[in-house]
């Protein structure tokens, strides 16, 4: 059994607590992931361009932030860490790219939470294939299940 904290500091109809948190479990599940927490917060494009530039130095919105937490001691769930994600930048982008709003926060979430196993693209192009076509296989998988339009 998985935690899954979900913060929403917008409002937004199309992407519900319950919806993201059936496509956490799901990605999770994809993952061989069981006992983990999670922390998923979103937001608007204000403040993740804060956090951005406080964290990346990056003065400028993006769609994902991802933290790790790092080790834990004596809990009862391995915590992963927190993702953070604009949902306005989310909609644009899925605009922009061709498929529907809810596919790109299952890309979204998919992609943030590779990065809090240690996956990173912006390190190598042979690091980058990896954690693409991961990416790319459990969003396939994830939007099949949830017959995602």
Known sequence: ??????????YDKEITKPLV?????????SLNLDNVEISITLTDDET?????????????PTDVLSFPQGETV????????DVIISLPYAKKQAEEIGHSYKEEI???????????????????????KIMFDLQDKICQKVIYELQVP
Do not use: C, F, P, S
């Open 74 to 81: 004596e809990y009862k769930y391995k915590v992963l860490g």
């Open 1 to 10: 059994m998985n935690r899954i904290l979900i913060n929403k500091e917008i």
């Open 48 to 60: 993740i361009k804060k956090i951005n530039k406080e964290w990346r130095n990056k003065d400028k």
């Open 21 to 29: 948190k059936d496509i956490t479990q799901k990605i999770l599940k």
């Open 106 to 128: 299952v890309r979204l979430l998919t992609h943030g939470i590779l990065h809090l196993l240690g996956y990173d693209h912006e390190t190598n192009e042979e690091d980058a």
